[in-house]
């Protein structure tokens, strides 16, 4: 299992997006440029984003896109899927045919890491990312700590 280009350009553009969208609507065009991501290959990622509800379009003059809720509420996981990705590591997407239409021996192992990837990517949310990117810039250095005690615990040290 690995992800496609498709989960990492929607993160990508999603955080270009949150990190810009205080000031005005953010240009497709505009993100295109700085993440170097083709404008019809965006169009196709935002129109999923925008049917599941994670984006809204703003149209006329100075339009673009806004986030639809606060990045807070938007996890890894929801972009990812919004475009059709598919977090599955079995061979059977889930089926349990994998072999000869029987579960294979290893089904259960491949499906506790579906559920623990999952698990992962819906702990992380924009929020999280924007944080992150921005104490790059910074005088912070923001931690992520991920270990399952403490999931979403973000702790700031000084530099």
Known sequence: MRLTTK????????????????????T??????????????????????RRHALVQSVRGPGGGYRLAR???????????????????ATQCGGMENCQEDKRCMTHNLWATLNDKLYDYLNSVTLQDLVVEQLSKDG???????????????VVSLPV
Do not use: C, H
């Open 7 to 26: 989960g990492r350009f929607a993160v990508t553009a999603m955080l270009d997006l949150a990190l810009r969208q205080k000031q005005s609507p953010v």
């Open 28 to 49: 497709l065009a505009g993100i295109g440029v700085r993440q170097s991501i083709s404008l019809s290959y965006l169009e196709q990622l935002f129109g999923k984003l």
């Open 70 to 88: 606060p990045t807070e509420r938007i996890s890894v996981a929801d972009i990812i899927l919004a475009v059709d990705e598919p977090l599955d």
């Open 139 to 153: 005088n912070v250095a923001v931690v992520m700590d991920r270990r399952p005690a403490s999931v979403g615990k």
